[in-house]
């Protein structure tokens, strides 16, 4: 029997310092049968000089403006011409034998979407944190719709059937926050079978938490994948889950929160401004579980006093 052909998908953006890693971790892949495509979103920088030096290895496809990386990946299936599609993010990379121990999880499973093994590394130290050796896969819906410890919610670090993506119609979505989830929430369901590859690991580089990126509004992405969510979630007969979800979205709200309060990047005055609109919103009207006032008075030992006085006739 011939080995299937697997499309090995890396999309870049301004990936100039972690690209040349990721390449030659799909090169040096044992599992031979293999393409490497590479999608530039209109870099600015020079990861154009490092991508070609792989020509005619890898094959490239270049966008004339900035799509984001979940329309990248969606792009990406009309380029793709394996039995298997595997992402790999720009900044992280593949242990040798990853595709082929995944491959042969998939097969032998017959397996529509295969969970590779992710070792989290820190930062420009890539010091290993080991890898979750809990993952359930009969609870991979749950983690998109409302838990992602539950399963990895990435595209990265998954072998996909082809036919499976190709037989979706991704909904439009253009914000970077719970793109993985809304992209992986349709597959999830549409997959016959999910399987977890003991011996197949992907190396994640985590950065971790940048205050400098914190925005006063990043709550309005977590609504946003929370109302996508809760839609699909009544149009595909999930509605008894909607009180989890809102529950991992008052979660969030706690902790956009306590951000916003350790960051010290904002004043008392735009931090009083997010507390009075989402205490005084709408949107929180119909969710059975705590709301923005148990949050916020949860918390009040980190505001300062004279948050604590203004806020003080809300709570």
């Known amino acids: 029997m011939k080995s299937p052909l697997v499309s090995i998908i890396i999309p870049v953006y301004n990936n100039e310092k972690t690209l040349d890693r990721a390449i030659k971790s799909a090169l040096s892949q044992s599992y031979k049968n293999t393409e490497i495509i590479i999608i530039d979103d209109n870099s600015s920088d020079s990861s154009a000089q490092i991508y070609n030096k792989y020509k005619p290895l890898i094959r490239i496809e270049s966008n004339n403006r900035n799509l984001g990386l979940y329309n990248c990946r969606i792009n990406s299936l009309s380029y793709?011409?394996?039995?298997?599609i595997a992402f790999v993010d720009a900044d992280d990379w593949l242990d040798s034998h990853a595709i082929e121990s995944a491959?042969?999880?998939?097969?032998?499973?017959?397996?529509?979407?295969?969970?590779?093994?992710v070792t989290r590394r820190v930062s420009q130290w890539n010091i290993?944190?080991?890898?979750?050796?809990?993952?359930?896969?009969?609870?991979?819906?749950?983690?998109?719709l409302y838990n992602d410890k539950l399963f990895p919610v990435s595209c990265w670090g998954k072998l996909y059937r082809t036919s499976l993506l190709k037989g979706i119609v991704f909904p439009q979505f253009n914000q970077f926050w719970g793109e993985d989830r809304i992209f992986n929430l349709n597959a999830i369901y549409k997959a016959t079978k999910i399987a977890i590859s003991?011996?197949?690991?992907?190396?994640?580089?985590?950065?971790?938490?940048s205050y400098t990126q914190l925005e006063l509004n990043d709550l309005e992405l977590y609504k946003n994948v929370f109302l996508f969510k809760s839609n699909w979630a009544i149009k595909n007969n999930y509605q008894n889950i909607?009180?989890?979800?809102?529950?991992?979205?008052?979660s969030l709200l706690e902790y956009h929160l306590r951000r916003l309060l350790d960051s010290n990047r904002f004043?008392?005055?735009?931090?009083?401004?997010?507390i009075t609109s989402e205490l005084n919103n709408e949107f929180w009207a119909?969710?059975?579980?705590?709301?923005?006032?148990?949050?916020f008075n949860r918390n009040k030992h980190s505001l300062t006093r004279k948050l604590k006085r203004i806020i003080k006739s809300f709570l």
Do not use: V
């Open 198 to 209: 003991e011996n197949s690991i992907y190396n994640y580089r985590w950065g971790g938490l």
């Open 128 to 144: 290993p944190i080991g890898y979750n050796n809990k993952y359930d896969d009969t609870q991979a819906l749950e983690s998109c």
């Open 80 to 84: 793709a011409g394996g039995s298997y």
């Open 242 to 250: 909607i009180h989890l979800m809102q529950s991992e979205l008052i």
């Open 267 to 274: 004043s008392d005055n735009e931090i009083l401004n997010f």
């Open 286 to 295: 119909d969710f059975k579980i705590d709301k923005p006032h148990d949050i």
């Open 103 to 117: 491959i042969e999880t998939a097969l032998k499973l017959n397996a529509d979407i295969t969970q590779m093994r």
